[in-house]
């Protein structure tokens, strides 16, 4: 990851409480197989990369499986910016992980 | 046991894609709103009581610890694998089975959120009355082990009141699947099992289907929002609505500086003229007019500077009367981190607690936070369902600080003191979890009764002879 966003990433993502609010407004969580298709489980898995996890196959579910349509920064009480620090960890991402032209798959996993 | 001959052996018992121990999810199922982080070593998506059941006998055999998890919101520490463990997530758990107006309950699984629930017996006129802060994302499950409340607490009671019969799974070698209590509002089944469950934060044995009771909407609601510029005013015309035959549906208060606080957080136009007071009472339309200005005179009377007024709850909402005390967390959480912007590499931590005390002693519980924000220095956000005497103070502080996170604590002992010695409670509807053992432990001491932290041990030994079901919480 690139150091300045990476720190960007993590400044932001600590700012997350946990409470979940997000979750009742993100159109994906329902359906996705767990946690990790909602807004709190995204900023804490982004938050884990940008403290040198790993690039899991759940973890690419989790990032590349969100619409970007910010209905979470609407409940989010800690202001983070959400689709942006998805847009950051995606190109941070890309830059480093994939070749040209390669692309993330998300498996369709019904519940 | 190593993490992925559980993960191996799980999938063979009940399916693959219902366990996960892919590490970044295994992150997000071990933290909590504590900022606890706890040590998943697998999380489980069950789909029904037979899937629990698999478990809890392959957790038995192999003593490995199970954390049942709702929708992880709970403020003490409830659901944290706190030891190496499962996390039995109820997520998928989320059908609401059936629907009974005639006999006045709804069956459910235990993943559906409290929200989603009102919603469909809102299409039929009916409400699930129990309704906590988080109840947008907060599940049935959770709310049953936390003996949950909520703003209409002073009327409906909290979760204890309206469980009538729960489907369980026991921590035995069989992993048995039991029901306990009754599908109908009447009930005397030997020992009260359901209510000894209903608030055992996931310690005794697990939950995967509740039989609740269901209620009528009101008509509508008339609402009035009022400001007193005397503390002792207010509760004075708390004792007085609350001594006139009528239940108010809410009853909610906040101190000045934090709906001040909490107006400025949603920029609202409502001008803060002293701490506030808002009361919602249900009744027929028709008498709508009637009781708005009855309400309003006896606030009036009592010392309101300004009171507002809506004779339907459409009404209020139009108005915005519910916005200042809806955005009592937002606030909280704001006024927070703007303590701590210029601090460099703060974690800025909420503490939000949950005493209660009896409704008629509570100018001396504000007052005794009052002097609790002098001694500590914190700045203490104020709030809470003053119908049944719920107070939610919070604080915030730096806990990459020692010694603001050692002052958060003496403040918190403190607090515990003052609800002791008001005769209140140490936890109304949050539960006790990690965060408040200590606490529950004082106050049956305050009482002389420590002896049933012993009963409630023997309880637990019962229940879970080998301590597998979310062990070190609670007692």
């Known amino acids: ?111 | 046991m190593e993490r992925t001959k559980i993960a191996r052996d799980l999938s063979r018992l009940i399916g693959k894609n219902k366990v996960s121990v892919d590490e970044a999810l295994l992150r997000i199922y071990s933290k909590d709103p504590l900022g606890n982080v706890g040590k998943a070593l697998a999380v489980v998506f069950p789909i029904s009581s037979n899937d629990v059941s698999k478990v809890v006998q392959y957790a038995y055999e192999n003593d490995i610890k199970i954390y049942a998890q709702g929708s992880s919101t709970s403020l003490a520490g409830s659901s944290l694998p706190l030891e190496a463990g499962i996390v039995l997530s109820f997520e998928r758990m989320k059908r609401v089975l059936e629907i009974s107006l005639v006999n006045s309950y709804v069956f459910v699984e235990p993943g559906v959120r409290i929200d989603d629930l009102n919603f469909e017996l809102a299409s039929k006129g009916y409400m699930f009355p129990v309704d906590p802060a988080s109840s947008s994302v907060a599940t049935v499950g959770g709310a049953i082990n936390s003996g949950a409340g909520g703003m209409r607490g002073a009327k409906y009671g909290t979760m204890r009141d309206w469980v009538l019969g729960l489907e369980l799974v026991l921590p035995d070698e069989r992993g048995s699947i039991v029901f306990s209590g009754c599908k109908t509002l009447k009930c005397r089944q030997g020992y009260d099992i359901v209510r000894l469950i209903v608030g055992s934060e996931g310690t005794l044995a697990l939950v995967t289907k509740a039989y609740l009771k269901i209620t009528p909407l009101p008509e509508t609601v008339i609402v009035a929002l009022a400001f007193f510029p005397k503390l002792e005013d207010l509760m004075e015309a708390v004792v007085n609505i609350k001594t006139q035959r009528i239940q108010p549906y809410i009853l909610e208060f906040l101190e000045k500086k934090t709906a001040e606080i909490a107006a400025k957080s949603i920029n609202s136009n409502i001008n803060i003229e002293g701490h506030m007071l808002l009361v919602g009472i249900d009744v027929n339309r028709e008498a709508g007019s009637r009781y708005v200005e009855w309400m309003k005179k006896i606030l009036i009377r009592h010392g309101a500077r300004e009171v507002q007024t809506a004779e339907s709850w459409e009404e209020a909402e139009e108005r915005g009367l519910f916005n200042i005390r809806r955005s009592l967390f937002v606030a909280q959480s704001k006024i927070a981190r703007e303590h701590y912007k210029n601090v460099k590499d703060a974690k800025v931590m909420l503490l939000i607690e949950d005493i209660a005390v009896p409704p008629s002693r509570l100018v001396e519980a504000v007052e005794g936070l009052k002097e609790l924000e002098k001694k500590h220095g914190f700045i203490t956000m104020l709030g809470g369902h003053v119908g049944d005497g719920n107070l939610h103070p919070s604080i915030g502080f730096n806990a990459l600080d020692p010694k603001e996170s050692k002052r958060a604590e003496e403040w918190f002992k403190d607090l515990i003191d003052l609800a002791i010695s008001l005769d209140g409670t140490v936890s109304s509807e949050h539960g006790i979890g990690l965060a408040k053992k200590d606490a529950l432990r004082r106050e049956l001491d305050a009482r002389g009764s420590v002896k049933l932290l012993e009963i409630m041990g023997n309880i637990k030994k019962v229940f879970d002879p080998k301590n597998i079901l979310n062990p070190g919480k609670v007692v």
Not at chain 1, 64 to 93: F, G, H, M, Q
């Open chain 1, 1 to 111: 990851m690139n150091n300045n966003l990476k720190s960007w990433l993590k400044k932001e993502t600590s700012k997350c409480m946990f409470c979940g609010f997000c979750e009742a407004l993100c159109p994906t969580v329902r359906f996705g197989s767990h946690r990790g298709y909602g807004p709190r489980g995204r900023i804490n898995i982004v938050l884990y990369l940008s403290e040198e996890g790993k690039y899991t196959h759940e973890a690419l579910n989790s990032l590349y499986s969100c619409l970007l349509c910010a209905a979470c920064t609407l409940k989010c009480p800690a202001n983070i910016d959400i689709p942006e620090v998805i847009r950051v960890a995606r190109s941070l991402y890309a830059r480093n992980n994939l070749k040209e032209k390669e692309e993330v798959v998300i498996e369709k996993e019904v519940s």
